[in-house]
């Protein structure tokens, strides 16, 4: 398994920019910090109470030192659990927070910290983001309440007789005080909302980029397993084409050579001559192959991919990729030493056709013929027509299927598919059926400038095993 899909399988499959996306899990290393810091609140608050009580702030107002520490342990030691449940902390902080002001505990600092670490959690750190938002707003409202109530409750006459200042213009010491602390209000809420939020998306970046990163590991991946397995449709196309048909042709020029012995002794020799032929040719067109892989392997690139832009049909470089239009003569004269009664016809003026095309071409008559010989046997009238059109080139095999059969080799069936393949490759186009007056007609036609593409079975190899990797 690659690192993009391992990657890719060990974290959260959802889509970060899906709304069902959830933040991971808070690490061993980030609980453990919340418990710390949790408990380093708890012990500064006690030392904030000890200062407030020795200044005597509230005098005589101010709640016991058990009750304080009791009250302060409420709003601090909550937070040693705040990323694991964000809103129930907040609540439960919330309630501390306004039984300090409401005793009154004389500490004022540490609580406030511990309010604004409770709010910034929420928006931080709590997967349902409806929730998060309402939680934080009924706080908000609870706090700004209270706030006012606990104003009003003062008495404002109360406060113009304690404040020294003078006021300025229409605003009294009174209004300047209380805005003053809408003023810090706001920005203390504010604040704790904007930064909770701003970690969330944050996270959700980080998460996005990491997601996106394991997604494109694991389509290169993907990308280049399939590479691999057209690269192998490729050479196994390729050996059936190279060595397939001459072992096929072998089997019938052995069989016809042994029938013939009796009254033909120079009948057979001639038929053994070709045989030799043709497994000089199969041995010379295997080494030209196996040597070919060598070189790709050799000079291949680290991954193992294939290059899509190649020849789909023959390795690039090969001697293979040399065979050529050229070389139909020769067809015919192996095909006629295997007792086909076969001839040759060029229509239109000859060209040089580029080599994807002329080896394809070669090969779907090499193929062609070799099934006339396995299927029809020798005395079969055939007959091969090299066509060259204005913007494509024609070949067509045809046969009266009149021929004396020969003892059918076993074989796998793939010529068709593979001439198919091949011609797909090209854009072109692949007759292959009966005759209505009797044997058979392959007839290809291709652009005589075609490049190579995967081929409608490499496609669906390759699709298969997307799904299995996906």
């Not at 990323?83 to 500490?107: H, N």
């Not at 392997?297 to 293979?320: I, N, R, V």
């Not at 010989?373 to 024609?394: A, C, N, S």
Request: aromatic share 6%; net charge negative; hydrophobic share 45%.
């Amino acid at each position: 398994m690659s690192v993009g899909l391992a990657r890719l399988i060990g974290m959260t499959l959802t889509d970060p920019e899906l709304p069902g996306w959830r933040r991971a899990e808070p690490s061993p290393e980030q609980l453990r910090t919340d418990v710390l810091g949790g408990i380093g609140l708890y012990l500064l608050s006690l030392l904030s109470l000890a200062l407030g009580t020795a200044t005597g702030v509230y005098g005589e107002k101010a709640a016991s030192l058990g009750v304080s520490a009791l009250v302060l342990a409420g709003v601090t030691l909550p937070l040693t659990v705040r990323r694991r449940w964000p809103a129930v902390v907040l609540g439960v902080v919330t309630v501390a927070f306004v039984l300090i002001g409401e005793l009154p505990v004389a500490e004022g600092t540490i609580s406030n910290v511990s309010l604004f670490c409770a709010l910034y959690t929420v928006g931080a750190w709590d997967a349902n983001r409806r929730r998060a938002v309402l939680v934080r707003a009924i706080v908000i409202d609870i706090m700004v309440v209270w706030l006012v109530v606990s104003l009003f409750r003062t008495g404002l006459s109360a406060f113009d007789d304690d404040l020294p200042g003078e006021g300025l213009g229409v605003l009294t010491p009174t209004m300047a005080f209380m805005l003053s602390q809408v003023l810090i209000n706001i920005l203390y809420f504010a604040g704790a909302w904007w930064f909770g939020s701003h970690s969330w998306n944050a996270a959700r970046e980080r998460a996005l980029v990491e997601y996106r990163t394991a997604q494109l590991e694991a389509e290169q991946e993907i990308v280049s397993r399939q590479a691999v397995t057209i690269e192998r449709l490729r050479i196994a196309r390729e050996l059936h084409d190279a060595v397939a048909h001459h072992v096929s042709l072998m089997g019938i020029q052995a069989a016809a050579a042994r029938a013939v012995i009796p009254r033909d002794p120079a009948g057979a020799q001639r038929q053994l001559v070709a045989l030799e032929d043709s497994a000089r040719a199969a041995v010379s067109e295997l080494y030209d192959l196996l040597g070919t892989l060598r070189d790709d392997t050799a000079t291949g690139s680290d991954d193992g991919g294939a290059d899509w832009g190649a020849d789909a049909t023959a390795p690039p470089g090969s001697a293979s990729s040399s065979l050529t239009v050229s070389q139909l003569p020769q067809l015919v004269e192996e095909a006629q030493s295997a007792g086909l009664l076969a001839d040759l016809e060029v229509v239109g003026q000859p060209r040089d056709l580029s080599p994807l095309v002329g080896l394809n071409l070669y090969r779907i008559g090499q193929e062609a013929l070799t099934n006339v010989v396995k299927h029809t046997g020798t005395g079969t009238r055939t007959r091969v027509r090299l066509r060259y059109l204005p913007d494509t080139v024609e070949l067509e095999i045809t046969d009266d299927g009149r021929g004396r059969p020969m003892p059918r080799p076993r074989g796998g069936g793939l010529g068709l598919q593979g001439m198919r393949e091949r011609v797909a490759a090209m854009r072109g186009t692949l007759t292959a059926e009966p005759r209505s007056s009797g044997g058979f007609i392959v007839r290809a036609t291709v652009p005589d400038g075609a490049e190579a593409r995967p081929t409608a079975a490499d496609r669906s190899t390759a699709d298969t095993l997307t799904e299995e990797l996906t």
